[in-house]
């Protein structure tokens, strides 16, 4: 149980890393999806979710750098898509 609660803390660490609009939007949809894999990975191994952690890292790393990615192109565009003229 308490390698349940390290990992809910460092998940809840690593959402503050995402744009607060998306946080507001997604987060409970997104704490729910981590919740039912975990409990689910859990369930299908005897290692956890730590018995393979260079997957669970280069996972992390790459939805961060997904999010951070599309995040920038949204924020960038905004102002073109709502009809602000001269937004390059």
């Not at 609009?21 to 191994?45: A, C, H, I, P, V």
């Amino acid at each position: 149980m308490f390698k349940g609660r390290i990992i809910h803390a460092l998940y809840k660490k690593l959402f503050t890393l995402y744009p607060q609009r998306f946080r507001e939007r997604l987060g409970e949809s997104m704490q729910q999806t981590f919740n039912d894999l975990y409990t689910e990975r859990k369930q299908q191994t005897e290692r956890g979710l730590f018995g393979y952690p260079i997957n669970l890292v280069l996972a992390i790393t790459i939805l961060i750098f997904i999010v951070t990615f599309v995040g920038g192109i949204v924020v960038d565009q905004y102002p073109c898509w709502i009809g602000v003229p001269n937004c390059d």
